[in-house]
């Protein structure tokens, strides 16, 4: 016998790049609860098209629901490379389509169920007319569910449905009443049947991006969304937050977030995400500290020490907070990413935030995950910087991801100009942030809603990608994307975007790079074995030159440059210098990059010509400088990588130069192209823009 449900409530619109359990279910499912009514949910990430229609036929075997819901979080990625192709091409490399895996599942529901279909969520209060157009349901509900909820006898018979908050219906036409901004929930949201349905699919699909685990961390992965706020009263240009949760923001009792947080731990979960526009939009450091200090109390009472959690923030939030939230178990992942470090374009963008306020957020998060490894890590780098010709350009060991900082920026926004991007390079440099970031990234395209002010964007700017490639029909359902026109004018279609863009986002803005070079790649490249074996017994260093205490941890990298400082075992220990794997982090290219450093270092008379040459400033032949401050000097002198090569290769063709040179194209990521000076420098050597901007 099947078992009545109010509703059965489907998801076709999980991400599968990084599998989230829908906090669409936990909340409907709260709501509904309210209102003493029952709700089965079922997502269907995983599962192929082919598979769905059995999938359905199984569920309505068992219950008989008098609505089927569809939540649609978001109608795609926002990663425009997924959709135009890193590479340029027409046929997009994925195929994360929701809307149209949601018009699929209606036509396939329709075959196998008279029951009203109604569709929300997140993805579908954006442009709820398009989609309800576009996805043929019965019913829509825009915002939150709650005036649904109350009314749901009324809406399943059909009657008075102009009385229902936020209802999308057709009556003689589509309707849309007023979307009413309902506040949180009131009480907790999570109980055990919820909890145990999210654990279930964490087992199966994994956490994190691509859903992958680490070992040993499996109950601390998941990020258990628990709702702190909702609403934002400001009004970023690329941000749909206020249109669908309001511009009046709404607070929920701490009381009950914390019910919540307590039935999360005991389940044996271990990472809270405070859901909220940003913890900081309208109560300053009030609601994060109030947060951290209850976190404290929890960590304390459970003796689950642990337990972490992490959120939204404005980098307008107090640095002196910091202290308190790390002592919580706080997590910085991220910031709703700032646009620029430039104040013309924070303006024009409508953003809360200026130069000066990111500056000092992110000064305050390095400082803070930074200072704990500083005193275990000082001989070590003390070291590295007495052996390497560039201070600590070449590190021993890649950033943990525990401790890993990042910074992403959205330098494509649309109301980007020729001079953001140079402004925030500039920015980043003096304030020394890139020399501490170990990851970043930058979005090159914004994607475009009816909702937004991106002010007078041309029609043939905006790129339109359906299932099968470029949509003629320039449909918003589909992804659309507007990529700045300086770049596009000046470097050419996308796939040209992407390439300056992430040299800029990994070499410029973050160090990134430096965790990807592989030195034995790079000797044996350009050396054979027997040819390297000459090269080190000429230029072998003198005394102590293998750093002890920096390679902790590092014992085969340790064993490897002692067999290349002495006579036995040179030969054996040379080849396994040259066969590094692909891993940059392996001792044999830890080890290369030592040996490249410590011959460099012998011979600094003979190299410093060539850094006089290029004026690059250094003290006695090593280099302080930023991969910034050299690739402004170079910029400044050539058109190209190879005209730097072919004028170095000219006044000093010795073999020891032909590699220094290489070397430090290498180590600080040198990539000149005419075409990108004007875009990364505001004084830009050799060219103008192509075009007159306005």
Not at 230 to 241: A, K, Q, V
Request: hydrophobic content about 40%; some cysteine; proline content about 7%.
């Amino acid at each position: 016998m099947k078992t009545p449900v109010d509703l059965l409530l489907l998801n076709a619109s999980n991400y599968p790049l990084w599998p989230i359990f829908p906090y669409a279910f936990v909340q409907v499912s709260a709501v509904a609860r309210r209102f003493g009514l029952k709700v089965r949910r079922l997502d269907l990430l995983g599962a192929p098209r082919s598979e769905w229609q059995g999938l359905l036929t199984e569920v309505l075997e068992q219950v008989e629901p008098r609505v089927i819901g569809m939540h649609i979080r978001q109608v795609d990625s926002i990663v425009v490379e997924e959709y135009i192709g890193a590479d340029g091409g027409q046929c997009p490399p994925t195929q994360y389509f929701p809307a149209d895996d949601t018009r699929m599942l209606i036509e396939l529901l329709r075959r196998l169920t008279r029951a009203p279909l109604l569709v929300g969520g997140f993805g579908f209060t954006v442009q709820p007319r398009r989609l309800f157009e576009f996805l043929g349901a019965d019913l829509g509900v825009a915002g939150a569910p709650d005036a649904l909820f109350e009314h749901f006898d009324d809406l399943v018979a059909g009657k008075s449905l102009e009385a229902i908050g936020g209802l999308v219906y057709r009556d003689g036409g589509v309707r849309e009443n007023p979307v009413i901004f309902a506040p949180p929930a009131p009480g907790p949201e999570y109980n055990e049947e919820i909890l145990g349905e999210l654990k279930a699919f964490y087992a199966k699909h994994g956490g994190g991006v691509r859903g992958r685990m680490r070992r040993g961390r499996e109950a601390e992965l998941p990020l258990v969304a628990i709702e702190v706020s909702r609403g934002c009263p400001f009004s970023c240009f690329f941000c749909t937050e206020p249109y669908v949760k309001g511009t009046r923001v709404q607070f929920r009792e701490l009381d009950a977030v914390f019910e919540d947080v307590e039935r999360v731990v005991a389940s044996g979960l271990r990472r809270i995400f405070f859901i909220a526009s940003e913890l900081n939009n309208t109560k300053g450091n009030e609601l994060a500290f109030a947060l951290a200090e209850r976190m404290v109390r929890v960590r304390e009472r459970t003796g689950v020490h642990d337990l972490r959690w992490t959120g939204y923030l404005l980098p307008t939030l107090d640095p002196a907070v910091l202290d308190t939230l790390f002592r919580s178990g706080f997590h910085f992942v991220g910031l709703n990413d700032p646009l620029s470090l430039d104040d013309e374009n924070l303006k024009l963008s409508k953003v809360p935030y200026r130069t000066r306020h990111v500056v000092r957020f992110f000064k305050g998060i390095a400082d803070r995950a930074l200072q704990n490894s500083v005193e275990e890590n000082e001989v070590a780098a003390a070291e590295r910087r007495t052996l390497s010709l560039f201070d600590g350009h070449m590190p021993l060991r890649a950033p943990t991801e525990d401790r890993r900082l990042g910074l992403n920026l959205f330098l494509g926004n649309a109301f980007a100009t020729p001079q953001t991007i140079p402004r925030t390079l500039k920015a980043l440099d003096e304030t020394r942030l890139s020399q501490v970031m170990e990851s970043g990234g930058s979005f090159v395209a914004t994607r475009v809603y009816d909702v937004l002010d991106c002010g007078e964007l041309p029609a043939d700017a905006l790129h339109h990608i359906g299932r099968s490639g470029p949509e003629e029909s320039k449909n918003l359902v589909w992804p659309t994307f507007y990529f700045p026109k300086f770049l596009t004018d000046q470097l050419g279609p996308p796939a040209r975007v992407y390439e300056f863009v992430s040299f800029l986002s990994s070499t410029l803005t973050t160090i990134s790079h430096r965790f990807r070079k592989n030195w034995s790649r790079f000797l044996s490249a350009r050396m054979t074995p027997d040819a390297l074996e000459t090269f080190l017994g000429a230029w072998l260093p003198r005394g102590p030159w293998v750093p002890r205490s920096a390679l902790t941890g590092l014992p085969e990298a340790l064993e490897l440059l002692e067999k290349v400082a002495a006579p036995a075992g040179r030969k054996e220990a040379i080849s396994q210098l040259l066969q590094g794997n692909g891993d940059p982090m392996s001792s044999g290219s830890v080890a290369a990059g030592i040996v490249l450093a410590a011959c460099f270092k012998e011979h600094l008379s003979r190299l410093i010509p060539i850094l006089d040459h290029l004026q690059i400033p250094h003290e006695d032949g090593i280099v302080f400088e930023t991969e910034y401050s050299i690739m402004s000097r170079l910029y400044a002198r050539y058109q190209s990588t190879r005209a730097l090569i072919e004028d170095i290769g000219a006044r000093y063709p010795d073999e020891l130069s032909r590699l220094y040179l290489a070397y430090l194209i290498e180590l600080n990521g040198v990539d000149i192209r005419p075409e990108w000076g004007p875009l990364l420098f505001e004084a830009a050597p050799h060219v103008e823009l192509k075009r007159a901007l306005p």
